[in-house]
């Protein structure tokens, strides 16, 4: 069953009036095809005119929406011969960031990322996609055995940022966080970030300091949610529509900031109507970007990657 989001009411008062039709087909002998494709067409119409025009706050609901592909999804689809790993070798394991090697389109790599879960139980398995040290310190452990064994790493991010609780701080999440960061630039292979729903502060950074950086066409990347900003900047969460469109969060507005390197296109609807769809598209991007770094030496992928984030803001 599809979830509407609040600006999707129209499409939904129109698929509502296309399954009533399908329902009642068998009913009688009236034809319904007509009707029905007439229907199915307002709704790719309304759809596109629609997701034309979002706001910042919509597609920062659009990216957070339940049926987008996680992680598992995207592994499933790309890569075979997957093995993940499990645990930091210092504490524990984190189920909100999974990864280990497998094989993209036939070639060997390191994958890595954010697992939101897609129910209440997957959910509060993988802590809603909130990494915590061990999570990160992982992630450290996987790039470095990428970097012993020359993998490329690709890293998917969903997240809306670190886990805050107070354990999580005890163990060292900044430090934690700042490792993974450090690993990343330090990296000798080539690594590609794909932000695919949310790209939340810190959290999402620790995984997404990469050579090349892509995102879907109506995910977001910022510092703090707009809710966060909100709160803090006008005391209120009520304002978050507001701090949405401060925040410079889309894909668009990073692009044009020169933050990131490629907008994925999503299927008409959002990557959560058509996830396969979506889903080739992003491994299409990502094969594309990896194609650029074939053949450059450790030191050469190093330079490229620090000279990439000394140029922002210049």
């Not at 997404?208 to 006008?234: D, F, K, Q």
């Not at 992003?282 to 650029?292: F, I, N, R, S, Y």
Request: net charge neutral; hydrophobic share 45%.
């Amino acid at each position: 069953m599809i979830t509407y989001l609040e600006f999707e009411k129209p499409v939904a008062e129109l698929e509502t009036r296309i399954k009533e039709l399908k329902a009642s087909a068998g009913q009688g002998a009236v034809n319904i095809d007509a009707e029905v494709k007439k229907l199915e067409a307002k709704v790719e119409a309304q759809l596109k005119a629609i997701y034309a025009k979002l706001t910042p706050w919509q597609k920062t609901q659009v990216a957070r929406h339940p049926a987008r592909p996680h992680l598992k999804d995207i592994t499933a689809a790309l890569i075979t011969d997957f093995t993940p790993l499990a645990g930091d070798r210092k504490f524990g394991e984190d189920c909100a960031i999974i990864g280990g090697p497998g094989r993209f389109r036939g070639r060997p790599v390191m994958v890595m990322g954010h697992e939101k879960g897609s129910d209440t139980a997957s959910r509060l398995k993988h802590n809603f996609g909130m990494a915590k040290p061990e999570g990160y310190r992982k992630a450290v452990r996987l790039m470095d055995m990428a970097d012993r064994f020359g993998l490329p790493v690709i890293s998917f991010v969903d997240t809306s940022g670190a886990f805050p609780g107070i354990h999580a701080e005890e163990r060292g999440q900044a430090e934690a966080i700042a490792r993974s960061t450090e690993a990343c630039l330090k990296l000798g292979t080539p690594m590609v970030a794909a932000i695919v729903g949310e790209g939340g502060s810190g959290g999402a950074v620790a995984l997404a300091t990469a050579n090349r950086i892509i995102m879907l066409e109506h995910s977001v990347y910022a510092v703090i949610s707009p809710e966060g900003c909100a709160s803090i900047l006008w005391r209120t969460s009520d304002k978050a529509a507001d701090a949405a469109a401060a925040m410079k969060q889309t894909a668009q507005d990073l692009k044009g900031l020169n933050l990131i390197d490629v907008i994925v296109p999503e299927p008409v609807g959002g990557a959560h109507r058509s996830p396969q769809a979506a889903i080739k598209m992003l491994g299409d991007a990502v094969e594309t970007q990896l194609a650029t770094m074939d053949g450059l030496s450790a030191d050469a992928v190093r330079d490229d990657r620090r000279a990439k984030f000394l140029a922002m803001g210049r």
